[in-house]
């Protein structure tokens, strides 16, 4: 079983819609939590930390559910410019400074 | 503040010959990364360094990829001697240590686009 696992999708979706992704993790000892996003032939960036409260940024929602060990991501009122893939990161006191990367789930809005 | 620097931005190369790529990592941080990325594997961690120190070389491929942090202000990756299935695009990310169970978020710099021929 993969330690970070993500439907990789793609996700097709017109502008305006409501999307959502969900990401899965095997450690249940894993403290920190991340949503990172890649743009084509561009390096990974951190688009919000996940905090165990919840938390939103703009049209960006994101949660996590440590009993069932998930993070989601929600992105209301999709843009053309949220054409990305979004990496679920997962780290843990285990791994000592290392990060877990998803596969990735790409995202693409049309017009 | 600077990001994390990497140079050469692109390499196109001969299979066999010597590749070298080099990171500065934001300053402060105390913590580097190399990744590479392939459509096929996705991106891999190949090895990282807390405070200089390498800590995890687990993902470097095989003995021709060696990693120096000679100081806390730059980094190199080496290939030698190169081989076409090495072609990818190559990431230094940097970070801060890690406080209280907190593992920090990491920065990317803009990646080596490597071509073995």
């Known amino acids: 079983r993969k330690e970070v696992e993500q439907d990789p999708g793609p996700f097709n979706v017109p502008e305006g819609a409501t999307v959502a992704f969900n990401c899965t993790y095997s450690n249940s000892a894993s403290q920190s939590f991340f949503w990172y996003r890649q743009d084509c032939r561009k390096e990974p960036k951190l688009l919000m930390s996940v905090y165990s409260s919840g938390n939103e940024d703009g049209r960006f929602t994101a949660q996590l559910n440590r009993a069932s060990q998930y993070i989601s991501l929600l992105i209301r009122d999709s843009k053309l410019s949220d054409s990305a893939t979004y990496l679920c990161?997962?780290?843990?006191?285990?791994?000592?400074?290392?990060?877990?990367f998803g596969a990735g789930t790409i995202l693409r809005v049309k017009s | 503040d600077a990001g994390v620097i990497q140079s050469p931005r692109h390499e196109v190369t001969e299979m066999g010959q010597e590749v070298t790529l080099r990171c500065k990592p934001i300053?402060?941080?105390?913590?580097l990364f190399w990744y590479r990325q392939t459509m096929m594997r996705g991106l891999e961690l190949l090895i990282y360094?807390?405070?200089?120190?390498?800590?995890?070389d687990s993902g470097m491929p095989e003995d021709r990829f060696s990693a120096k942090m000679p100081n806390a202000s730059f980094s190199t990756l080496k290939i030698q001697p190169s081989e076409p299935r090495d072609s990818a695009v190559y990431f230094c990310?940097?970070?801060?240590?890690?406080?209280?169970?907190?593992?920090?978020?990491?920065?990317f710099g803009p990646g080596t686009r490597l071509t073995v021929l």
């Open positions: 300053s402060g941080h105390n913590s």
């Open positions: 990310a940097s970070s801060s240590r890690v406080w209280g169970g907190w593992v920090d978020t990491q920065y």
């Open positions: 990161v997962v780290g843990s006191m285990e791994y000592g400074n290392k990060l877990v």
């Open positions: 360094f807390n405070n200089n120190v390498p800590i995890d």
